[in-house]
């Protein structure tokens, strides 16, 4: 892994470094040339000036021809000079070893006419094609001047090449950096992938043993970085699968615990009946127990479908219009036998008629069955059940109240976990603690969540909402 991502990465280290390389000496190469050649030019046009003048000077008789030759031999040094009349022919000056060509009419016509016009020293690059060659020279040239009158003008030619010094040292000194910065680009390109690849290859081997089930594995987070970050989650990933793989142990021991003691009994009674240990007389009594367990054994099967079918989305809610305050009194109905044997005091308080919500009313139905089973549950003899319903904005807050047993401040947070029950023996006939899960999945497809409050001794109130089929409009 190391040594592919170190290629990798080295290779665009060293392209990148290669182009700025390249795009960099080419633009200071320019800026050079540039300079070099204008700083050049200035020079001949300082030599120009400096001819003529003299020319002026020897017309004069101020100089001698001797002292004008050194000036223009001086100039000729690295280049050639060039004293040509306004018809482009040789000014002939005793004592002057030149060797200038005759122009011919149309250069005349190109450069005499433009010089003496201008009348200041004037430069053409690349001129001169005939005697130099193409693009071969730089020509810096002025008026010549005799006693008042233009006479002709000076052509001073360098070769371009000339101006090209000093780029080879450049060039030595860019390749001694180029290879430097490589040298330290790829110490540095080393250590990255190493630091990369090191946890990678950690999270890679501890995906593997956490595939092969080992939940034990964690990977260390070497820096406050991404790839930290990603170790981080990935330890998180562990902790929750752990916590999954824990409810899923617990939930397979609550299932088999269930339906364990229903069938112990079950094939206890029968097994009685059967060796005659139960009289006859008594028979029917225990038939009805195994009855009852029988019915318990499908409630809680019925249950569990119920719960993995909404947590898996396999049970689609299907939401109409109906008038919830309705659906209580139907539940309050449903339950008079066991609200009659407790001699319970019922209050119900609803909002205006009919208070229409906008729900899955089988479901909902389900819910507020399970709240009322829960409060008749706990509640004891001449115990108090109050159903409510408000109008909440674009809400209706149902709620559930009992002056029952209420629950303890420590389980609260715990009774809409699965197989919760506060009374831990599951004895026949309670509970198996899948009610109030069933009820928060129910209300959890609806968008909605259920609030408990509870005081130990004094009651429990379940409350939660529903959305109003016909919302009051805002204004
Ligand atoms: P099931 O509803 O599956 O038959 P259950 O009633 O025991 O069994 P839940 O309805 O989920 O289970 O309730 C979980 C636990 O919460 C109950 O066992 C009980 O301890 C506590 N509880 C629920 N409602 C009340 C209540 N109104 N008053 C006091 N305790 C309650
Ligand atoms: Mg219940």
Redesign the pocket.
């Known amino acids: 892994m190391f040594h592919r991502l170190f290629m990798r990465m080295a290779v665009n280290f060293m392209t990148v470094l290669m182009i700025v390389l390249l795009v960099l000496g080419g633009l200071v190469s320019r800026f050079m040339w540039i300079n070099q050649l204008n700083s050049g030019v200035d020079l001949m046009k300082q030599e120009a000036k400096a001819i003529a003048q003299n020319y002026q000077d020897l017309s004069d008789y101020q100089i001698t021809t001797r002292v004008f030759a050194s000036s223009i031999n001086e100039a000729a040094a690295d280049s050639s000079v060039w004293l040509v009349d306004k018809n482009g022919l040789q000014l002939n000056i005793t004592g002057l070893d030149s060797s200038t060509p005759d122009l011919t009419q149309e250069d005349v016509k190109t450069y005499m006419k433009a010089v003496l016009q201008s009348g200041e020293p004037m430069t053409f690059q690349g001129g001169f094609e005939r005697y130099f060659g193409k693009n071969a020279v730089m020509t810096v040239a002025m008026p010549l001047s005799s006693r008042g009158e233009t006479v002709g003008a000076v052509f001073i030619h360098k070769k371009l090449e000339m101006f090209n010094t000093g780029f080879i040292p450049l060039f030595r000194e860019l390749w001694m950096a180029a290879m430097m910065a490589s040298l330290l680009g790829l110490v540095l390109t080393a250590y990255t992938a190493l630091r990369i690849t090191r946890p990678l290859r950690e999270l890679a081997a501890a995906a593997k043993r956490l595939g092969q089930g080992d939940m034990s594995v964690k990977v260390r987070v070497y820096a406050d970085d991404e790839i930290g970050e990603v170790s981080g989650a990935f330890n998180n990933m562990v902790d929750a699968l752990k916590d999954m793989e824990e409810q899923r142990k617990g939930f397979v021991a609550n299932v088999s615990h269930e339906l364990r003691s229903p069938i112990t009994s079950i094939a206890g009674y029968l097994q009685g009946m059967l060796d005659g240990t139960i009289p006859k007389e008594e028979q029917h009594k225990y038939m009805q127990v195994v009855y009852d367990e029988t019915q318990r054994l499908t409630?809680l099967i019925r249950?569990l479908l119920d719960l993995s079918r909404i947590e898996s989305g396999n049970m689609p809610m299907n939401p109409i219009d109906f008038n919830i305050n309705e659906l209580m009194r139907r539940v309050l109905i449903k339950y008079e036998g066991r609200i009659d044997e407790k001699n319970m005091e019922i209050d119900a308080d609803f909002a205006q008629e009919p208070c229409l919500v906008h729900a899955d009313m089988d479901r909902i139905e389900q819910v507020v069955s399970?709240?009322v089973?829960?409060?008749i549950?706990?509640c004891g003899q001449y115990g108090k059940l109050t159903l409510l319903t408000r109008i909440q904005g674009s809400e209706c807050a149902v709620s559930v109240i009992?002056d029952?047993?209420?629950?303890d401040e420590k389980?609260l947070p715990h009774?809409?976990d699965r197989f919760?029950?506060?009374?831990k023996a599951h004895t026949s006939g309670?509970?198996?603690?899948?009610?109030?899960?069933i009820?928060r999945q129910i209300l959890l497809q609806h968008g909605h969540d259920i609030a408990v409050s509870?005081t130990k001794g004094e009651?429990?109130n379940?409350t939660f909402a529903l959305d109003l089929a016909n919302p009051p409009k805002k204004v």
């Open positions: 409630r249950d399970n709240l089973d829960n409060a549950k706990f009992d029952g047993a209420g629950i389980d009774v809409f919760y029950t506060v009374d309670k509970g198996t603690g899948l009610g109030l899960s009820v509870s009651g429990t379940f």
